[in-house]
């Protein structure tokens, strides 16, 4: 085995990881077997948690959006643990730069210092799992690959990754849905807010504004890289997650999109 390999491989693991906790049909199996119903044949024909609220009352509904936020980050937190924690012999590694025993990647305080070459993955090949996780969301192969519209695995990915980027994008997407009272249209300047935030976080830390050795504190989110691997997995969530509400984009257009009444 060399280091392309292992490059090739790890990240491949990551999303298949990603995708087989997204493939969890959430609101299917709660509305199956505490309802009887497949939520996907009312209301919106959506498996997600506003249908699900609308059809089962807000509680479930919320239930429903928190469990999918959680499958989201849950392959995140485990890929990283597993990566950054189990011990590989780099003997085995033809053309490592080290000769005994490491982690595939390195911590986050150790990724920013020299010593991060000895380590047979340069980048943060961890976040590639909640976009397997959103893969596996919208198209599920537990649920005949009808799924929801991810906007839970983007509050995921932001609120749980880091409780700098939770409370922000949260409060946003809150005063937004308070303000207009259109789910959809929350979501989806939530996906253009956080993007954008994520890219200036990106570049503060990769141009060193934010140094290197201060990255791994908690106010900048723990143990997790916030480099440009998370940015651009970020944006690219973002992107499926407005695809995926094109319709409710153009019921927002024809002014025909349902009002949250739960809000007030």
């Known amino acids: ?6 490059n090739i491989l790890v990240p491949f693991i990551c999303l298949i990881v990603g995708y087989v906790f997204g493939s969890i ?13 497949d939520p996907r044949e009312y209301g919106s024909h959506n498996a997600g948690g506003t249908n699900a609220g609308r059809l089962w009352g807000k509680k479930v509904g919320f239930l429903v959006i928190v469990l999918d936020m959680i499958k989201t980050i849950a392959p995140l937190y485990i890929c990283w643990a597993v990566l950054t924690f189990a011990k590989f012999d780099y003997s085995k ?9 490491l982690p595939l990647i390195a911590d986050v305080k150790t990724f920013y210092t020299p010593y991060n070459e000895w380590y047979a993955i340069q980048w943060p090949v961890y976040w590639l799992a909640p976009l397997g996780c959103m893969i596996g969301h919208c198209w599920p192969m537990f649920a005949k690959f009808k799924g929801g519209k991810a906007a839970s695995n983007f509050m995921g990915i932001t609120v749980m990754s ?4 939770g409370f922000l994008p949260g409060f946003f997407y809150l005063g937004t849905l308070k303000w207009k009272k259109y789910v ?9 807010f956080v993007s954008i935030i ?4 990106a570049i503060l830390v990769m141009t060193k504004v934010i140094p290197g050795d201060l990255v791994w504190l908690p106010m900048y989110g723990p143990s997790l890289n916030p480099n440009w691997v998370y940015a651009t997995v970020v944006t690219i969530m973002g992107a499926v997650m407005i695809y995926r509400h094109h319709e409710n984009i153009a019921r927002l257009r024809a002014g025909t999109e349902r009002k949250i009444t739960w809000m007030k």
């Open 162 to 165: 880091s409780w700098m980027l």
């Open 1 to 6: 085995m060399n280091i392309l390999t292992i």
């Open 198 to 201: 994520t890219w200036i976080w």
């Open 25 to 37: 049909p959430t609101a299917v199996w709660v509305g199956k077997i505490f309802f009887h119903q």
């Open 184 to 192: 959809s249209l929350s979501a989806i300047l939530q996906a253009i």
């Open 93 to 101: 590694i033809a053309d490592a730069n080290y000769s005994g025993t």
